[in-house]
């Protein structure tokens, strides 16, 4: 790759070390801004980039070894020139061991380091001879540390996933991360059929194989941009995961339904409830924000709903003309991500126990609000995207103790994952579909 497409990964990396912008909007402004740059350039940025950052504690780890100054140590522009070329060395067969150390170098050189060009050298050049003899954390003796740097994820992450997975669970769900998943989508019945949407999509030379969870769900692959897909622009089908789609089937919505959805953006879970609640039911959907609002709507809108309202509403704030109305709450509640965190590298490296514990707290600040909506005999269905059980079981157990609800069995929704308590947790490299937490209460009086 050329100089100029080095030194565009270099500054997105350093837009992410030094301001901590979230790395894939870091890499969208990049994008955007080198959008005549060729189709490969831009795959080579986009690569690395997300390499780099997805890699970043193991290359760090690896650096480590072959250098006096530790990464954390070095200047923040020295330390990105040394990952890239050492996920160059490690990840990257198209470019030779020379390219990467000398572009490295030149890099450092550019930059006002010439003084570091022999350090840079020596680094690179001593990994790229040595890579096969370094010695990794041994799993028995250390297997924090072993878990940290074969998946690139913080010690505290490890720690957190250690309490509630035994080790071999933990390497399937870490082990996800790296795996190409094909992307779920949910054919919108109510317009075509599964099996039309599966012809079209063949028809335009995408992979496509039924979802084993959930009966309207397509595991696609092998397309470039999704809006891009026949059928989607029409509202032909939707991009789902299964676990989501179970979420709203737990809910065991009814035709002429009034469904309350309370954190709802971008919509998913809304545009099916709003399916099943059909022309004489209604949902109501939300979002804290009209910049969120407005994803909810454009969706709503592709698909053609017209059964759905769409309002910016603070989850926390009591909405007293909903106060028993509600047949079905959904509260698919803000969370750590941890069931997603190979989709989004940010969330593995943000997550700590401190930020499990706030978030926990607001789920129950909003479970205590939204479960006033539902009337007695309705349903709350209240999900997450991770798979931490202080988000999770501890909040449902927190929820029935002081609430006039119990759990209701979703087993024949999700069978084979002990259902019958009222929640289950779905898991990422293990299950089809993200990491995923569902469970369902009913209001007793
Ligand atoms: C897990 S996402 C929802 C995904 C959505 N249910 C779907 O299926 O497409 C959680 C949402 O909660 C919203 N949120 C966070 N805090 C909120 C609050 N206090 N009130 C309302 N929405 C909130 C976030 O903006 C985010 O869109």
Redesign the pocket.
């Known amino acids: 790759m050329d100089t100029k497409t080095r030194e565009v990964v270099l500054t997105t990396l350093l837009d992410i070390e030094k301001n901590h912008t979230f790395s894939n909007i870091a890499l969208g402004t990049a994008l955007r801004a080198n959008q005549f740059m060729s189709k490969q350039d831009r795959a080579y940025i986009t690569r690395m980039v997300e390499g780099v950052t997805e890699q970043r504690i193991k290359l760090d780890y690896i650096i480590n070894q072959f250098s006096k100054t530790k990464v954390n140590k070095c200047k923040p522009l020295i330390r990105c020139v040394l990952r890239m070329g050492t996920y160059e060395l490690f990840f990257m067969d198209s470019v030779p061991d020379s390219a990467a150390c000398n572009l490295s170098v030149k890099l450092a050189v550019d930059h006002g380091f010439g003084s570091l060009r022999g350090f840079v050298n020596g680094v690179l050049r001593n990994i790229a001879r040595n890579r096969d003899g370094i010695k990794y954390p041994d799993k028995n003796t250390s297997p924090l540390e072993y878990y940290s740097v074969e998946y690139s994820v913080p010690v505290e992450l490890v720690e957190i996933l250690l309490q509630d997975y035994d080790s071999e669970t933990v390497d399937r769900i870490l082990g996800s991360s790296y795996e190409m998943r094909p992307t779920s989508i949910r054919v919108n019945t109510d317009r075509i059929s599964v099996d039309e949407v599966e012809r079209k999509l063949e028809t335009a030379g995408i992979e496509t194989v039924r979802g084993s969870l959930n009966d309207t769900s397509l595991l696609i692959k092998g397309y470039d941009y999704v809006r891009r897909i026949p059928g989607f622009m029409d509202g032909e089908f939707v991009v789902?995961d299964q676990s989501?789609c179970l979420a709203v089937r737990a809910a065991g919505i009814q035709n002429g339904d009034l469904v309350v959805?309370?954190?709802?953006?971008?919509?998913?879970?809304?545009m099916y409830a709003a399916s099943l609640a059909g022309q004489t039911g209604r949902v109501i959907s939300?979002?804290?924000?009209e910049n969120?609002t407005e994803l909810i709507e454009e969706n709503v809108d592709r698909l053609g709903l017209t059964n759905v309202t769409v309002e910016a509403?603070?989850?926390?704030d009591l909405d007293e003309n909903l106060v028993g109305k509600a047949d079905v709450v959904?509260a698919?509640?803000?969370?750590s991500g941890l069931g997603i965190m190979g989709r989004k590298n940010d969330i593995k490296y943000n997550v700590t126990g401190d930020s499990i514990d706030e978030l926990a707290q607001?789920q129950r600040d909003?479970l205590d609000t939204v479960s006033r909506y539902v009337k007695t005999g309705g349903t709350l269905v209240y999900s997450?995207?991770t798979i931490d059980s202080r988000e999770n079981q501890n909040n449902v157990k927190w929820f029935v103790e002081n609430h006039d609800f119990e759990t209701v069995s979703i087993d024949e929704i999700v069978p084979r994952h002990g259902g019958d308590k009222g929640y289950v947790t779905l898991l990422q490299g293990v299950d089809e579909c993200d990491g995923f937490f569902i469970s369902k209460f009913v209001r007793t009086k």
Do not use: F, N
């Not at 509403?313 to 926390?316: C, F, L, P, S």
């Not at 698919?332 to 969370?335: E, F, I, R, T, V």
């Open positions: 789902q989501s959805d309370v954190c709802a953006a971008p919509g998913g879970k809304t939300r979002d804290l924000t969120k509403w603070d989850a926390r959904i698919d509640l803000p969370c607001l909003i997450t995207c």
